[in-house]
């Protein structure tokens, strides 16, 4: 077969693509058995590819030649109720976390969220619990209570610090039974974050974090944090003598530095000036010294009814400068990669569109829409910017390279780069040679 010069680059991709993503499921699925090393990275592409978690749209886009469409989604449907999965689920789920963990320094942030997976309409899912509508109750500027499941997430950072890359992320119900509280599902994904990290990263987290149970947690492991606090916590200086509650502490304290932030006003892009101020402070209930950091106006988006328009932080790492207190500001203002990283698989995966019956089937697509996120950003990590602008010209999705949020890009990029049937071809010949040591479709 002869190739043009395009045509030589598209196999170059392909052949690129497939080597990554081979190296990312032969990773992740060291403790798998070999039916989840054959079924998982054929879902996981075809996720990709089919941009949901819907059944029929998966097997169409993994389907072979010869097969039919409902043979295929048939044995989508037995892989995913196996039982044998249940004993093997914790140690792949070790393993990926692992992998994720690998670039994680000292100093990187860790983004930890609980968000929401509203059923409204569900009637008859197994295990189904009350959740906040995070979506809805923005819209209606109100508390809207649903049907659904809670799902834990973390993000790392990896070559761009940008974007963000899943580290632990599960989903749970609390009628279940594994978690008898929000409190423990916390404690629960700190330890696996500390487990595969080594006890490395800052736990960057919002408000959730302000609870007794989850500081202790984060001091017992012990990890290093930059959270939110609310505006009624009483502290203490560094011998131990109160000084009152934050709110009380920050109106007090010398703001003594500025530093500025781009923010939407009025639908344009403008530099606001921020003043903040640092103090050392003793929280009651924990041995270690930690420091507050106070940011009035709008630094943040915060509920005035709690905090009258201020930004509370607390942070493990010792701060000595401004420079250092403007470091803790910027971790928390990376929190928001959080919400755009859930409405990714939410949206671009399809998180929302779960729709079975058995809860332990539920748990599975939600875990392999976040090895997917996971897999887009190993395929765009570290991409020449010439073959990044091939993808989108041959997807024609996006001419002009630069943007904040890659992975939707990309994915639309994989989704119809491999559409074209000669670059399938390649792919199933490929994959189904024993020598690429690739086996994905």
């Not at 189904?128 to 993000?155: H, M, N």
């Not at 992320?169 to 696996?192: D, M, P, T």
């Not at 928001?336 to 990283?341: D, I, P, R, T, V």
Request: proline residues 4%; contains cysteine; glycine residues 8%.
């Amino acid at each position: 077969m002869r190739f043009t010069k395009e045509g030589e680059m598209d196999v170059r991709i392909t052949r690129m693509i497939l080597s990554r993503v081979g190296r990312f499921c032969g990773e992740v699925l060291q403790e798998a058995d070999q039916y989840r090393k054959e079924f998982i990275p054929r879902a996981l592409v075809g996720i990709a590819r089919a941009g949901t978690l819907v059944g029929a749209p998966i097997a169409r886009a993994i389907q072979r030649p010869g097969q039919k469409v409902a043979e295929v989604w048939r044995s989508l449907r037995r892989q995913l109720n196996r039982r044998l999965w249940d004993k093997r689920e914790e140690a792949m789920n070790r393993s990926f976390a692992r992998q994720q963990a690998r670039g994680v320094e000292a100093r990187t942030p860790i983004l930890v969220d609980l968000s929401d997976l509203s059923k409204r309409y569900a009637r008859k899912m197994d295990r189904l619990g009350w959740v906040r509508d995070a979506d809805e109750s923005a819209r209606c500027k109100t508390e809207v209570i649903r049907p659904g499941y809670w799902v834990f997430e973390a993000y790392s950072f990896g070559w761009d610090e940008v974007t963000p890359i899943p580290l632990v992320n599960f989903g749970y119900s609390l009628e279940e039974g594994s978690y008898l509280s929000e409190n423990e599902a916390l404690g629960a994904g700190f330890r696996a974050i500390h487990e595969a990290t080594g006890g490395l990263g800052i736990v960057v987290m919002d408000r959730r974090a302000d609870a007794d149970y989850v500081l202790q947690t984060l001091e017992g492991l012990p990890m290093a944090f930059a959270v939110r606090l609310r505006g009624d916590r009483i502290l203490e200086d560094p011998e131990g003598r109160r000084l009152g509650s934050v709110r009380e502490v920050a109106r007090a304290l010398r703001l003594e530095g500025t530093t500025t932030l781009a923010r939407q006003i009025r639908g344009r892009k403008r530099k606001v000036r921020i003043d903040f101020g640092w103090q050392e402070v003793r929280v009651p209930g924990l041995a270690r010294r930690h420091w507050l950091v106070v940011a009035p106006g709008r630094f943040e988006r915060v509920d005035k009814r709690e905090t009258e328009g201020w930004w509370y932080g607390l942070t493990s790492e010792p701060i000595r400068s401004a420079h250092e207190a403007e470091r803790v500001l910027k971790w928390y203002r990376l929190r928001w990669k959080a919400e755009e990283a859930i409405e990714f698989v939410k949206s671009a995966l399809g998180l929302e569109k779960v729709r079975m019956l058995r809860y332990r089937r539920i748990r599975r697509p939600i875990l392999l829409a976040f090895w997917v996120m996971a897999l887009l950003a190993e395929v765009l990590a570290d991409l020449a910017l010439s073959t990044r602008r091939k993808l989108y010209e041959l997807s024609q999705v996006l001419r002009e390279v630069p943007a904040d949020f890659l992975l939707y890009r990309i994915r639309r990029a994989l989704a119809n780069f491999f559409a074209d049937p000669q670059q399938r071809a390649l792919a199933d010949s490929l994959c189904a040679n024993p020598a690429s040591g690739v086996k994905i479709v």
